[in-house]
């Protein structure tokens, strides 16, 4: 039979959160049509996560003899042949980490415990440190290690958290981050240290070799949170002066438990991954063995994916959560040019129209509104049917939105509207800035306020809006130093050249001189080896436009 106390039946409980079943991480969904998400993820990080049930780990070294270690039902069993003996974990160095191990009893007059930001075993030349507790005495301590000499930076303090007597079992866990540690015995918070000497290492489990010792796992987790010390009680109970091994000097006396038959130790699984499970809304809906799932949503709303990894002694917490929403439309505006100069100017946008089922739906309004630094919503602007079909997936480039000279200088909205007017389905919106008011007019004309329409190609094509008229638009900033942009607008591909000449009528830049696509094109004048003053910037397209704008170079 195998005795715990409650307190170390709740750490071991909470060690399959923190160690042998690691979440997954990065829990990523991405809606696709129909309704379908595809779930992505990694792994649980890395650690090291043994219970010996497979045999003496790849990963571990034994030392000094690997013949005095053998694994039987689970368990790890260090046998007696020398003064220490070490069975060290060489798959991974840990900066900030949470190391538990649990052990059992076989007999009380002995000390082992765990080795962390360790370079091997302890032999001559060992750099470490080792959390010990002494089963005849109650005791424990830290044991530092520079080459092979030792300190202790906690001395051997009585604990009534270590279990003493013959077949009870002892969790020892120790939290690191940076250069401070927080020690726990049985779950109990005991002590604290800090020291700069290890940054880093491996972690092992040690005993001495006065009895044999029963490991029944070892965990380590990679950047642990610590837990500040300021935060736990403070144990109080004397230090008691001892030897290495924890038995107490001076002729102190402790309460002895004599060495009877050792309690044969009961197996516990507690590492093998079996699979992913998957969650939606905290019900399961499927399993994995990839870091990968694909779902199929029941209906149209709002729904949140967790993911656990589960194991044959228990199930994780789960990952982050991540959310879709799934609509039979969406609308997505995003804002390609949303600064304004103060004389007035064009805002430019992209509409995405993505339809998620096969139904087509007939005569569905696009309109827009504008929020004016004020807070009054101002509209509708612009107003259009549009057919949206089936899995219809366009995304329309280039639509504009005129704000003209008098509008006000502060921060708009600019909301895109699908449904069927005045009633709004779904809507989208970005934020665009006026950087000044050239007049002091406040009557708002809605002919000032122009701007495309939304139009939607059949097959669900990128589609891009075009102007309705060849124009040269305000330069921004202006006055500049040294880069001044504009944009040129063209309703059809035309032969388009623009150039900037100085006071003098000498070319001083060529921006664009051949065939240009309709559309919106964008220049900047980059002046900053030229001379400060007045220089004006022309844009022809033949037998269309000669338009001239004057800028304005200030150093």
Known sequence: MRYMLAGVMCC?????????????????????????????WDAPPDGLVEDFEDGLAQDFEYYPDPNDFVVEDGYLKMLTSSAWQCAWYTG???????????????????????????????????????????????????????????STPISWTTSPYVNTGQGETNTLRVVGSGNSFDLYINGNYVNSFTDDDHPSGMVSCIASSSATVWYDEITCIPAATLVPASMHPQETTPSVECD??????????????????????????????????????NVQ?????????????????????????????????PSNEAVVNWQLVFLDLTGQI????????????????????????????????????NSQVFGPLTMVNVTITGFM??????????????????????????????????????????????????????????GSDLVLTSDGASAVSLPSTYSLSAAYPNPFNPSTSFSVSLPDASELTVTVYNIAGQRVATLADGQASAGQHEYTFD?????????????????????????????
């Open 527 to 555: 002046a900053h080896d030229l001379a400060s003053g007045l220089y004006f910037v022309q844009a022809v397209v033949p037998g269309q436009m000669n338009e001239i704008r004057k800028v304005t170079l200030l150093r």
């Open 338 to 373: 949303t600064q304004i100069p103060p004389e007035g100017g064009t805002v430019f946008y992209d509409a995405h129209v993505w339809n998620t089922t096969a139904q087509t739906f007939q005569n569905v309004r696009y309109w827009t509104e504008v929020e004016l630094p």
């Open 92 to 150: 991974m160095q840990f900066t900030d980490f949470d190391v538990e191990a649990t052990f059992q009893n076989v007999a009380s007059n002995n000390s082992r415990g765990i080795q962390f930001r360790a370079d091997g075993p302890r032999d001559t030349d060992y750099n470490g440190f080792n959390f010990y507790v002494a089963l005849s005495s109650g005791n424990y301590s830290i044991y530092k290690f520079v080459n092979g000499t030792s």
């Open 393 to 450: 997936d366009a995304t329309v480039q280039g639509l504009t939105q005129d704000i003209p000279v008098y509008a006000p200088e502060g921060t708009y909205t600019l909301t895109g509207h699908l449904g069927f007017y005045p009633v709004s389905y779904l809507s989208d919106s970005f934020t665009f800035e006026k950087l000044g008011t050239g007049t002091d007019a406040v009557d708002f004309d809605p002919s000032d306020w122009s």
């Open 244 to 281: 290495e091994f924890g038995i107490p000097l001076n002729g102190q006396m402790v309460d002895m438990v004599q060495p009877t038959q050792p309690v044969e130790p009961v197996s516990r699984e507690i590492d093998e991954f079996i699979e992913y499970r998957i969650y939606r809304d």
């Open 285 to 317: 809906i499927g399993t994995s063995t990839t870091e990968a799932f694909t779902d199929n949503l029941p209906s149209i709303g709002e729904y949140t994916y967790t993911v656990t990894a589960y194991y044959d002694e228990g199930e994780s917490s």
């Open 12 to 40: 071991l409980l909470a060690a399959v959160a923190f160690g042998q079943v690691i979440p997954p991480i990065n829990l990523q969904a991405e809606l696709l049509q129909a309704g379908e998400v595809q779930l992505t």
